[in-house]
């Protein structure tokens, strides 16, 4: 049997997605080259390769390109609940869905210039990456 390269990533993960989506279809597919990405730098020369069988390339190309087209939906309704629990909101887009924003160097300023750190945390939208301080 032999396999023929319908796509290329560079991301492995992404590559699963794909791959995961035609055998959800019943399509057979393999990929190529998905653990490079343990070889460190030498990763970046390489991509992984989406495989089907001879017969499954057009089928398998019409589900990639529906596949594709469809828009990642994995924002989770917020429940009424967790306004009331005085949950951070995005002023931005709205979305409950934030964190804490990381800080470099969390005690740079107090080492510098002495004293303490600003009390307000800077906050980020995991939907729409939008930062602001709490």
């Known amino acids: 049997m032999r396999g023929v390269t319908i796509q290329t990533f560079f991301d492995p993960l992404q590559a ?28 970046a ?11 499954d390339v057009a089928e398998a190309k019409r589900i990639v390109a529906e596949f594709q087209s469809q828009p990642l939906n994995v924002e989770v309704p917020a429940s009424k609940d967790a306004e009331d629990e005085g949950e ?4 931005k887009c709205g979305s409950y869905r ?10 740079l300023w107090k080492f510098l210039f002495g ?17 602001w301080r709490a």
């Open 88 to 91: 951070p909101r995005c002023p």
């Open 45 to 55: 020369f390489c991509q992984v390769e989406l495989q089907v069988r001879e017969q």
């Open 115 to 131: 004293g303490s750190e600003t009390s307000e945390s800077e906050l980020e939208c995991l939907r729409c990456h939008h930062r």
């Open 98 to 107: 934030t964190i804490h924003a990381p800080r470099p160097w969390p005690g």
């Open 16 to 43: 699963q997605m794909f791959a995961n989506e035609l055998t959800v279809q019943g399509i057979e597919c393999f990929l190529l080259n998905q653990n490079v990405s343990g070889l460190g730098a030498y990763a």
